[in-house]
């Protein structure tokens, strides 16, 4: 099961919005939100919400790519986030996620006894490439037990 089909199966949320994992690398996640109607704001494009969601979800993905081998020893939970809209984002929308930080670094520090956090950042494109969103979540590794 690729991740993408992983978290479509276990991230209701994910189902819900119909999310599209195009990419799932420990370099870089790419996810898709189609244009829905339903999800729709006010002028009629996607929603903030589900634009976090999009967000929020291809930095899960790089994490789970990054760190799916460091489970059985700890847990990735987000511990913040932060999101700017630059512009209006109409039609469907792809998020871009990248680590903040080098994953054998992050690693290191969980190796050494600690809890890392480590920043990914996430850049919102609509279909022409304009960058209508950008996203920063903390995650943090936290050891089991």
């Known amino acids: ?12 949320m994910a189902r819900t919005l119909n999310l599209e994992y195009l990419e799932t690398t420990p370099e ?9 109607s339903e999800y ?3 002028v009629g494009g996607p929603h903030a919400g589900a634009m976090f969601t999009l967000g929020e979800s291809a930095s899960g993905a790089i994490v789970l790519a990054a760190f799916g ?18 512009k209006l984002a109409m039609g469907a929308v792809t998020a871009t996620a990248t680590l903040g930080r080098p994953a054998a670094d992050i690693v290191a520090q969980l190796d050494a006894g600690e809890r890392p956090e480590f920043p990914v950042s996430i850049e919102i494109r609509r279909g022409d490439g ?3 969103g950008e996203m920063t979540v903390v995650w943090t590794l936290r050891p089991n037990g």
């Open 1 to 12: 099961m690729s991740i993408g089909e992983m978290l479509a199966a276990t991230v209701p």
């Open 69 to 86: 081998d460091q489970l059985s020893r700890a847990v990735p939970l987000a511990v913040s986030a932060e999101i700017a809209y630059r």
């Open 28 to 36: 870089k996640a790419v996810v898709a939100l189609p244009d829905q």
């Open 40 to 42: 729709h704001n006010h």
């Open 130 to 132: 304009a960058v209508t």
